[in-house]
Every structure is written in C-alpha cells, then in structure tokens.
C-alpha cells in the first residue's frame, strides 16, 4: 500500500506545485533579476551629478509658479540627467529603463511609498545627486497624503522637470492617487503626467495580480518613460 500511495501522492503533489508557482515564480525572479542589476548599477555609477544645485537665484522655498513664466527650448535630456523613485512595477520595468535612458538613476523596491519620496529627495539634494528630471513611479502601494506632491515641488526648487507617473493596479486608492497626479501636472508647468495606467489598459502582458508588467509590458513602460523625457 505504502508504493502504490507514493505514486498517487508525489505526481499529485508536483501537479499541485506546477499549478501554483509558475507565473508567480517568473515574477519573482523577474524583480530579483532587476533589483540585482540595480545593486550593480548603483556601485559602479558613481559619477559626478551635474545641474544638482539649486538654480542660482533659487531657494527650495521659491514658489514654482515662475516655471510659467518664459517658454524654454527642448533641452534634450538624456538617461544621466535622470532621477527615478519608484515602487516594484518600475523595478519589474528597470532593465528597459536602462536601455532606453542609459545613465539613469533609478531607485526602485518592492513595497515603495510614495509618502517617504520627500525624504528620498532631500537626502538626494543634500548630496549634490539629485538630477534635473525627477521620476515619481509610485503610488501602487497606497494613497496620497495631502501636501506630499506640493512637497516634493518645493524640494526640487523652480527649474527642475518632475514626471508623474499614473498607477496601475486593482486597489481602492489607485483612482484617488492618479487624480491627486493629475491635478499635480495640471497646477505647474514643470510637472508633467505620464500615463502609465492607460497604457497598460491595453497591454496583455501583465502578471495574475494585475499589477506587474512581463517583458513586453515593461517594454512598454521603459518607452513610455523615455518618450516623455524627450518630449521636456
């Protein structure tokens, strides 16, 4: 009896373990690969950051409301002027990132807050790393607070550019944070909204939760991402 249960249980069990793990473990290992590539990145990218002071004339108090005043010429941003924060659906895309904004700065994990950005950027100014395009992909793990996004204008001073990026996900608080966005680029002419949320509407690569991209969604992601630096 103990063979013949054997047989029944080890195939039963396997089948069990094939059912539950496999897009689950991609995913996994997906983010790890990513986070990975990012440790990497970070030790061996220490350069110099440049356009990381204040603007001269400038205080982290000025109102941004000057940033309305003149019309400026394309200045062709690259990768290396790039600063990202952003949770694990821009870990997941990190590696398009990379290639298609080489020299970027990303910093991304899972179970990132949005609430904890203005921190992040502080500690980036005082360094002298903060970069003049500031990339925000956050906001999948939980609401707005009041005053977070009117915070981290102040922190990146009048001349910096800050692109939003809308989450996506199927949580309470998404439509809440993505409104909060959106009235955020539409209050400053140096913060712009890039939709993530809509164009992942139509992507069919997307992990079970509905929320992480596979390698043709973070394609995706990455192109969004570099289409709207050039666009600044």
């Known amino acids: 009896m103990l063979p013949l249960l054997a047989l029944v249980l080890v195939p039963a069990c396997a089948v069990s373990v094939l059912l539950a793990s496999p897009e689950q473990s991609q995913l996994e290992q997906q983010l790890a690969q990513a986070q990975d590539v990012l440790a990497e990145q970070q030790e061996s990218a220490r350069v110099p950051e440049s356009n990381d002071a204040t603007p001269p004339g ?13 019309a400026r010429s394309p200045r062709n941003f690259t990768g290396s002027d790039v600063t990202a924060l952003g949770d694990s659906v821009m870990l997941a895309s990190s590696q398009q990132l990379l290639k298609r904004l080489p020299g970027i700065s990303i910093d ?41 996004l009117e915070e981290v204008r102040r922190i990146l001073g009048p001349k910096r550019e800050l692109l939003l990026v809308t989450a996506y996900a199927p949580r309470q608080w998404i439509g809440s944070v993505n409104g909060k966005l959106h009235a955020a680029a539409e209050a400053d002419s140096r913060t712009h909204l890039v939709d993530w949320a809509g164009t992942a509407e139509g992507i069919d690569d997307i992990a079970r939760d509905k929320i992480h991209p596979g390698p043709h969604g973070s394609a995706a992601y990455g192109k969004l991402l570099a289409q709207a630096v050039a666009k600044l």
């Open 58 to 70: 400038a205080t982290a108090h000025e109102s941004t409301n000057d940033s309305r005043k003149p």
């Open 108 to 148: 991304a994990s899972v179970g990132a807050q949005i609430w904890d950005a203005p921190a992040q950027l502080r500690g980036l100014k005082s360094a002298g790393k903060l970069r003049q395009v500031v990339v925000l992909g956050l906001g999948t793990n939980g609401d707005l607070p009041a005053g977070t």
